[in-house]
């Protein structure tokens, strides 16, 4: 992609949202502080060999006592967006039942925190790390997921529905139920076609009621979901592999959007997994409480993905050729980088029809950052930021709806199955000590956003 030696926020209007995100599970740390229950990760985390180098999340980035220099160091980058999600087992540390009231507080002085500063919340309801007293009831596969996150939603809306407008009500679910409930790679580590489709429907409906719900307690909610995404191409244009792609393109892009617009689950000829899935769920029944009228989607785009046919690979057959074997570029955990990919992603999703607006919830790149008398030097970050910025740019110019850019993520953290080696944040954080230091990113954002 041709993007030009200059350009700023300015060019993408004064009301676009350029903001940061952070994740609970992935920053707060404080595990069992103040009444806290445990999550899937926390105990995922102590089954051997499950994280990379042993790593486990209770402390991550101490956000939970750092959070108020953490917000001072958004707000000097200039950032006017703060995302972060609720976790569930701090509020209601057994999932359902007994409110934590200090777990409460914490978010009431994060809310009030971010007020303060001028940063405008936008709260993710879900984002992975489901109570652990939850998962021994089944987790996302149990018949009574619903009741259970309609208390969890119930209980936030009511709490911070007088402060916070903007909500999210899923992040990335094809990102956790695949990897928690099929491939076992993620918490709860579970595996099987039978759980990821019982996870896969139960994430459904919660999605779509998830956001009657914050409609119902919320007066002026903004209302979205994310989806994770990521353009399939295959290997070679022989139909093998051109059938293989639109298999994976189904369930890495379809599978949830499309109930959200009412379209129900998709389908694709020759791809017998999705009518197992139709069949399983008895989906037809559930078309209408699978769809909500989103104000926004948010997109997550991370790599894009080529797939070429493999029989070896159950229902699939498929699999990836990574972008190393092809030579094209990609970042330190091996994922490609082509903006040109994500800007026809973004048109993607808006030509669906029934889109209202498009954000960018998360965009950002782990590379191999050095550090060299206390400055961080990121240039392969700051590239990857011009080149998909310049994407975004170009499907605004061309009509599409896209309104925001929430930079992934504020602050190295616990990188899920990856544990602490990858590092996306636009400040560097010294697990040992938890200082942190601002990457040249974020001050190539800083001056990106004043215009400089």
């Not at 972060?84 to 057994?94: A, C, K, Q, V, Y």
């Not at 910025?389 to 929430?406: P, S």
Request: charged letters at 20%; aromatic letters at 14%; glycine letters at 10%.
């Amino acid at each position: 992609m041709q993007h030009p030696q200059h350009f700023s926020a300015n060019s993408f209007g004064k009301d676009f949202l350029w903001g940061v995100a952070i994740a609970a599970a992935q920053n707060e740390g404080a595990h069992t502080a103040d009444g806290r229950g445990l999550s899937i990760w926390d105990t995922f985390s102590r089954r051997p060999g499950k994280i990379k180098g042993g790593a486990k999340p209770y402390e991550a980035c101490d956000f939970y006592h750092r959070y108020k220099d953490d917000l001072m160091l958004v707000k000097a980058l200039g950032f006017k967006v703060f995302r972060f999600s609720i976790s569930w087992s701090r509020i209601l540390p057994e999932g359902i039942g007994r409110v934590n009231k200090e777990g409460i507080a914490f978010y009431h002085r994060l809310i009030d925190e971010c007020l303060l500063l001028g940063l405008v919340p936008y709260v993710t309801l879900y984002h992975w790390d489901l109570p652990q007293e939850l998962q021994r009831n089944g987790g996302w596969t149990s018949h009574q997921m619903l009741k259970w996150f309609t208390r969890f939603v119930t209980v936030c809306c009511e709490e911070y529905g007088g402060k916070v407008k903007n909500w999210i009500i899923l992040n990335e679910p094809m990102g956790f139920t695949s990897l928690g409930y099929m491939l076992g790679v993620h918490a709860p580590g579970k595996t099987g076609i039978s759980n990821f489709f019982s996870a896969v429907h139960n994430a459904a409906l919660c999605q779509a009621e998830g956001g009657r719900l914050v409609r119902a307690l919320v007066p002026g909610a903004n209302i979205g979901t994310t989806f994770s995404c990521s353009e399939v191409m295959p290997y070679t244009q022989r139909e093998e592999d051109i059938l293989a792609a639109k298999r994976a393109d189904a369930l890495l892009n379809r599978l949830f959007i499309e109930p959200a617009l009412g379209r129900g689950y998709p389908q694709v000829d020759h791809f017998p997994l999705l009518d197992k899935l139709h069949l399983h769920n008895k989906a037809w029944k559930y078309t209408e409480r699978m769809r909500f009228n989103f104000d926004f989607i948010g997109i997550q785009n991370y790599f894009s993905l080529t797939v070429r046919y493999n029989a070896l690979i159950p229902y699939l057959h498929a699999s990836e050729v990574k972008a190393a074997t092809r030579k094209v570029p990609h970042t330190a955990m091996g994922w490609e980088i082509n903006a040109d990919s994500f800007y026809r992603m973004i048109k993607r999703f808006w030509l669906y029809g029934g889109v209202k607006e498009i954000i960018v919830t998360e965009g950002g790149a782990a590379f191999k950052d050095t550090m060299v008398n206390g400055v961080v030097d990121d240039a392969d970050r700051i590239d990857y930021f011009k080149q998909y910025l310049q994407a975004v740019l170009r499907a605004k110019k061309e009509g599409v709806n896209v309104n925001g850019y929430f930079a992934w993520t504020l602050t190295d953290n616990f990188e899920w199955s990856e544990g602490y080696h990858p590092r996306f944040g636009l400040i560097h954080v010294d697990f040992a000590t938890q200082l942190r230091t601002i990457k040249n990113s974020g001050y190539w954002f800083r001056d990106f956003m004043r215009g400089s």
